[in-house]
């Protein structure tokens, strides 16, 4: 099974896609890359980690905090999905990523279907 790593933060629907691949699909972890008001607003319909960044600081210490939150609880190849979030959470999330050592696989939501690009 693989893990689900997303960032949920800004983009008006982009949340429906995230809930979408949390839903239909089976994951070994889910972890969402989210700020305060993702933590609030948010719920899912499986249990997922919450790694909470402040999207006001600089990309360096989004990373740090991503790498700090996720070491040693991924591993192979994890499929991921940056459609909500902003450039810098995206290259926060992805620098984070390949410095764990992990394999990255882009994956979006149908309808009824997940999708790797």
């Not at 979408?20 to 607003?41: C, V």
Request: aromatic share 6%.
């Amino acid at each position: 099974m693989t893990d689900l790593v997303c960032c949920l933060s800004t983009g008006k629907g982009t949340w429906m896609e995230v809930a979408k691949l949390i839903s239909n699909y089976e994951w070994r972890n889910i972890f969402l890359i989210t700020n305060d008001f993702g933590k609030e607003k948010f719920s899912a319909a499986k249990p997922v980690k919450l790694v909470i960044i402040d999207p006001n600081k600089s990309i360096d210490s989004m990373k740090k905090a991503i790498e700090e939150a996720l070491k040693d609880k991924l591993s192979g190849d994890v499929a991921i999905n940056l459609t909500s979030g902003s450039g810098q959470e995206h290259m926060a999330l992805l620098t984070a990523l390949m410095n764990l050592g992990v394999g990255i696989r882009f994956v979006t939501a149908t309808e009824k279907e997940i999708t790797e690009i």
